[in-house]
T-cell receptor, first 110, second 117 residues
Framework: EAQVTQNPRYLITVTGKKLTVTCSQN?????MSWYRQDPGLGLRQIYY???????DKGDVPEGYKVSRKEKRNFPLILESPSPNQTSLYFC?????????FGPGTRLTVL | AQTVTQSQPEMSVQEAETVTLSCTYD???????LFWYKQPPSRQMILVIR??????QNATENRFSVNFQKAAKSFSLKISDSQLGDTAMYFC??????????????FGKGTKLSVIP
């Protein structure tokens, strides 16, 4: 089954404790991206990757890091999470005409 | 930069009735894609319908159809025979290629639709 997986699905953490949200796709897509969703703001792009070892900033990259060492994986790293990063996060992959979204990760930073 | 505007934060419709969700966008691109995504309480992002800008014919998917007005940069979603399962947040989105296999996907802020029994 073609899918994008994310882990964990839910995470509660404390300010400053480094965390990683994993994302994996099995569709051999070159393009992958991360979004955050906040009430009243829709989805905003954090980072994207056009291929292995190629990443670039989206609209709201501050406080986040990504890496793309393998085509299928695109982890999102929060080196020092802060409460304003409490949000719902989505990973996606695909082309300009069709994107596949992961199930989302609900992150709460206390 | 592209922008997508959904002017209706919340809407409601009686079951079996028809409802239209509005979306406008701003771009200087001539070729692009427009999407409507549904997000039910499960939070999953579900593609409802897609429109390619170079196609003049409006896209339809069962009870869902769009009114694509390219000159007016308008892309509304019509839901016919509304069902309780249509209750969800709906996002309008725009995508255009930026070269070398990359693209930008921009979302509106969403419209919360409630279907009333």
């Amino acid at each position: 089954e073609a899918q994008v997986t994310q882990n964990p699905r839910y995470l509660i953490t404390v300010t400053g404790k480094k965390l990683t949200v994993t994302c994996s796709q099995n569709m051999n897509h070159e393009y992958m991206s991360w979004y955050r969703q906040d009430p009243g703001l829709g989805l905003r792009q954090i980072y994207y990757s056009m291929n292995v070892e190629v990443t670039d900033k989206g609209d709201v990259p501050e406080g986040y890091k990504v890496s793309r060492k393998e085509k299928r994986n695109f982890p999102l790293i929060l080196e020092s999470p802060s409460p304003n990063q409490t949000s719902l996060y989505f990973c996606a992959s695909g082309g300009v005409n069709e994107q596949f979204f992961g199930p989302g990760t609900r992150l709460t930073v206390l | 930069a592209q922008t997508v505007t959904q002017s209706q934060p919340e809407m409601s419709v009686q079951e079996a009735e028809t409802v239209t969700l509005s979306c406008t966008y701003d771009t200087s691109e001539s070729n692009y894609y427009l999407f409507w995504y549904k997000q039910p309480p499960s939070r999953q992002m579900i593609l409802v319908i897609r429109q390619e800008a170079y196609k003049q014919q409006n896209a339809t998917e069962n009870r869902f159809s769009v009114n694509f007005q390219k000159a007016a940069k308008s892309f509304s979603l019509k839901i016919s025979d509304s069902q309780l399962g249509d209750t969800a947040m709906y996002f309008c989105a725009f995508a255009s290629s930026t070269g070398a296999g990359s693209y930008q996907l921009t979302f509106g802020k969403g419209t919360k639709l409630s279907v009333i029994p």
